[in-house]
């Protein structure tokens, strides 16, 4: 539905870039805007590990990520540093260089040894940092790179009469560059062709590379960018199934999905233990880890259908995570893989604790929440923030003996009118999934009522959370919302009218691809958007267009 | 009906059978028609209505019965403390240590609780009996009336213990008991399961096993024991009971004898608890816990053993910590052979264990047999 209907917005002419619909190969569309992202807090402490290694403590506090239009990728390209950040930056970066120059890392992190230890040694400071440098500030080393900060490492020396403390200087200066703390993108005019800009091959490498590994390019991959061979279909490709195929893509998966998922709130998750005794951090954190661990085994592992993410059955368990469950757990430490039985409710993404327990409030679970982030987040629908002045009163009383059971409660809360609009996006899904409290233990009663999970999905009716997830899976719009997904957190930014026809081709490949994702992140990766950008004054005129097509795509498909 | 369900358990984890089982290391959801449980409270009866009276007063210590020696010792150890010392408690100012030898001191002359009493407990022995009734041999005993009034109820470990000063109701140990400290500290981890249940309310043929736990039970945040964890039974199989023969009638779920022996280990305690003819009365409730009492006779050597052969590293504890508890070491092996009701030696004709009652609550639980259990 969504497919056909951006298709038919498209192809009625309303948007002159657009040239036509249908077409079999994929379209050379152009890409929106470069960004400027700022590493979230799981690539700062990813290019941390995969530079100086994972004994190395990342201790501070870091500016808050921005969530925007439902991704941190999204709101990555939206934030700046404080000047209070920048202090936490930089505090976090000496101690990193504390630790990295210090006697228990230094015969691994540092190449050589001075002559003296007392007195400068440009060719080792310089040899440390060609060693660092590159992969922290994802491009080849310049001369002028090298001479300053060799320069200020001497001078470091001659002030400390130590030559560790010069190394210090150089990954502290490096650590608070902005080259590192951020994502600098940067195209140039492609040939003659007024208006197109091409990204540079550094930048594409570090696009690639955040995109299925959520980490800056590696030795290979800047290389790579370094010898041109970006610039190329075969040696873009070479790049790309390399990368697909590597061990780290299960990185990426799970950072994609961990953005989509919204899992970063976990970190501020709380529940009335009174109410749910069975609730810890580790359990949190577990139920995190258990659906990204089901993403990653079926998307990755198994190569299988995005769509059989909310059928399966397949789960991994930890002996924390049991009583939530209530299933036995082998292992007394650690993770087990184990498959719910037919009939069990336990079916798909949609039945994890990790849901469940996220979008649900502090002491009771929350049909409207679930169904806000399915429509928002799983079918990329807008549900509209509620009114102001809307009276709570009655539904917060879930101890209330006429109204026992949340549809019953909801049901008196949406007949006010001024409710009810956007309750009906939300709770016919949400409704199916009561059969989960709080914290996403199973249960078929609420005060001594027995819970109704039936409802509707788009005009799917559904008799249970079971069906529920079958008529998820089923649901037409799924793939074009990870399509959406992906595409906007390859890029972190929504698409702009031109890339709109390479949505609904990549929407083709993934269907014909019976939904495989990585399908879909190599169609992105080689697309012509994904290595283009629009001139700066190109994107102001598309940014009013932009909206009215997504605001009408949007009313379309709810 | 239990090799029936081992048979199946041993499909679904994959060790034989069927192809498609063996063919990853998946676990499927145990079978509904066995229910594991691990104990939430566990703690020897002490009556509070009526517990009896004790004409001649209660037990001495050590500390009463020896005061010179003590006062000499004591008076000796707060000096070693307060120079960062420490004087062992087998030390020659006090007289030899009978926790470690019983008969390195003369029988004090152990009080015990010979009147009637509200005692709770089982008839394990299916007769209402009196001292008069085996002609006065060594294993006769007036048994108790239970509170609810039920008769014949056989719990000679309180005629042992009654005129114990921490052992009388809200004493000691009554609030050790309260404060449920010896299993939330680990130092009970027993574990219950149940097979061939069909009906929870009513099944006359399930059977039932207590296992020591291999760890402690796992706490909620509201410090509470924990229901539907998983927890791993203990490696040797001395700790696993055999299977016992039970039936639940009207949801009471009652068991026939077996031997039960449990890992203790809490503070200057590592050892075992061996019940002889254990066997159970217990309710599942609504919420699926269970709660009940265990009867069973408690061998009078492991029940000395239990009381006084505590150590840290090599520094015996007994004569402290019977101490604390109000009674003397030396008293309570001369006292055992007077109350013992079971297990008459066979060719001495006295009894080799004394009756006992054990409250507990249990909570819904899987069992993990620790041979099978596997790292990540």
């Not at chain 1, 970066?93 to 540092?110: F, M, N, P, T, Y």
């Not at chain 1, 600098?184 to 007024?194: C, L």
């Not at chain 1, 806000?372 to 209330?400: H, K």
């Not at chain 1, 996006?425 to 609420?446: A, C, K, N, Q, S």
Request: aromatic share 8%; with cysteine.
């Amino acid at each position: 539905m969504l497919f056909a209907t951006r298709c038919l917005l498209l192809c009625a002419g309303l948007f002159p870039l657009v040239i036509a619909c249908g077409s079999d190969g994929p379209p050379d569309a152009q890409g929106g805007p470069v960004a400027m992202r700022r590493l979230t807090q799981g690539q700062y402490r990813q290019a941390i590990a995969d530079v100086f290694g994972p004994e190395i403590e990342v201790v501070g506090r870091f500016e808050p990520d921005n969530r925007r239009e439902g991704l941190v990728a999204v709101g990555s390209a939206t934030v700046t540093v404080t000047p209070s950040g920048f202090e936490q930056y930089e505090a976090m970066g000496a101690h990193i260089a504390k630790q990295v120059v210090s006697e228990d890392h230094r015969e691994v992190l540092v190449p050589c040894e001075p002559d003296s230890r007392a007195r400068p040694d440009a060719a080792c400071s310089e040899a440390f940092l060609r060693r660092v440098g590159p992969a922290l500030l994802r491009r080849p080393l310049t001369a002028s790179d090298i001479t300053s900060r060799v320069m200020a490492a001497n001078r470091a020396v001659h002030l400390s009469g130590d030559f560790y403390a010069g190394l210090e200087l150089i990954v502290t200066s490096l650590l608070v560059s902005p080259e590192f703390l951020f994502r600098m993108e940067v195209a140039s005019p492609r040939g003659e062709t007024t208006g197109v800009l091409r990204v540079d091959d550094l930048t594409l490498a570090s696009r690639l590379s955040y995109l299925l590994w959520n980490a800056g390019p590696d030795e290979a991959l800047l290389s790579a960018a370094d010898r041109g061979d970006l610039s190329s279909t075969e040696g873009l490709a070479q790049q790309v199934d390399r990368m697909l195929a590597s061990p780290r893509l299960a990185d990426g998966v799970r950072a994609l999905f961990e953005d989509v998922f919204r899992f970063d709130e976990f970190e501020n998750l709380g529940k009335d233990v009174i109410r749910y005794p069975v609730f810890s951090a580790q359990v949190a954190e577990d139920a995190r880890e258990q659906t990204l661990r089901v993403v990653v085994d079926h998307l990755v592992v198994r190569q299988g259908d995005y769509r059989e993410l909310f059928t399966t059955r397949r789960s991994f368990m930890t002996r924390a995570l049991g009583p939530v469950y209530a299933v036995p757990v082998r292992s007394e430490t650690g993770w087990e893989a184990m498959e719910f039985p037919e009939g069990d409710p336990r079916v798909g993404l949609l039945a994890h604790a990790s849901f469940n327990m996220l979008h649900a409030h502090p002491g009771r679970s929350s049909a409207t929440l679930r169904g806000q982030f399915i429509r928002e987040s799983l079918l990329c629908q807008g549900v509209p923030p509620a009114p102001a002045d809307v009276d709570f009163g009655l539904f917060n009383e879930d101890e209330n003996p006429k109204y026992k059971t949340a549809r019953d409660r909801l049901e008196v809360h949406s007949s006010d009118p001024t409710c009810r609009n956007c309750h009906r996006l939300t709770d016919p899904i949400g409704l199916g999934l009561e059969v989960f409290d709080g914290v996403g233990r199973y249960r078929t009663v609420e005060n001594g009522a027995p819970i109704d999970a039936s409802g509707d999905l788009d005009g799917h009716a559904f008799a249970n959370n079971m069906e529920l997830g079958k008529a998820f899976a089923e649901s037409p719009i799924l793939g074009a919302c990870l399509v959406e997904n992906v595409y906007r957190y390859a890029v972190g930014r929504d698409p702009v009218n031109t890339e709109r026809r390479l949505l609904s081709y990549l929407e083709g490949r993934l269907e014909e691809s019976d939904y495989r994702l990585g399908v879909l992140l190599r169609e992105v990766a080689m697309s012509e958007s994904f290595a283009t950008a629009s001139s700066p004054r190109e994107e102001r005129a598309a940014t009013v267009s932009d909206r009215l097509i997504a605001s009408r795509a949007r009313k379309e498909s709810l | 009906m239990r090799w029936i369900w081992t048979l199946v358990a041993v499909c679904l984890l994959g060790l034989g059978c069927d192809a498609g089982a063996r063919q990853n290391s998946r676990v499927s959801i145990a079978q509904p028609t066995v229910r594991g449980y691990v104990m939430a409270r566990w703690h020897e009866e002490i009556p509070d209505i009526e517990p009896g009276e004790c004409p001649e007063g209660l037990n001495p210590t050590e500390a009463d019965y020896f005061p010179e020696e003590w006062a000499d010792f004591m008076a000796a150890r707060k000096r070693i403390r307060a120079a960062g010392g420490y004087l062992r408690w087998d030390d020659e100012r006090l007289p030899p240590d009978a926790c470690q030898d019983p008969l390195v001191q003369p029988d004090p002359g152990f009080l015990t609780l010979d009147g009637p009493a509200l005692v709770q407990g089982l008839d394990l022995d299916g007769v209402d009996s009196g001292r008069a009734d085996s002609g006065g041999s060594g294993c006769a005993h007036d048994d108790f009336v239970s509170p609810d009034g039920s008769t014949g109820i056989d719990n000679q470990y309180w005629r042992l213990m009654g005129c114990v000063r921490g052992y009388r109701p809200n004493d000691l140990m009554d609030r050790l008991h309260e404060s449920n400290v010896a299993i939330k500290e680990g130092a009970y981890g027993i574990l219950l399961e149940i097979t061939g249940l069909d009906d929870s309310r009513d099944d006359e043929s399930v059977e039932v096993q207590f296992l020591s736990a291999a760890e402690p039970v796992t706490m909620n945040a509201v410090d509470d024991i924990m229901r539907n964890v998983s927890v791993t039974a203990h490696e040797e199989t001395r700790f696993h009971s055999a299977w016992a023969r039970a039936r639940i009638e009207n949801g009471i779920l009652t068991s026939e004898p077996v031997d039960v022996r449990i890992k203790i280990k809490q503070q200057t305690s590592d050892n075992e608890h061996w019940f002889r003819d254990a066997r159970i009365r217990a309710e599942i409730q609504d919420d699926g816990s269970l709660r009940g009492i265990l009867g069973a006779y408690v061998d009078t050597g492991n029940l000395y053993s239990v009381l006084n052969d505590q150590n840290i590293g090599d520094r015996p504890q007994g004569r402290n910590a019977a101490n604390a508890r109000g009674f003397m070491c030396a008293g309570v092996y001369h006292a055992m052979p007077r109350v013992a009701d079971g297990h008459p030696d066979p060719d001495t004709g006295e009894c080799t264990s004394i009756s006992t009652a054990i409250h507990f609550e249990a909570v819904p639980a899987f069992v993990i047999r620790a041979q099978l259990a596997m790292s990540d």
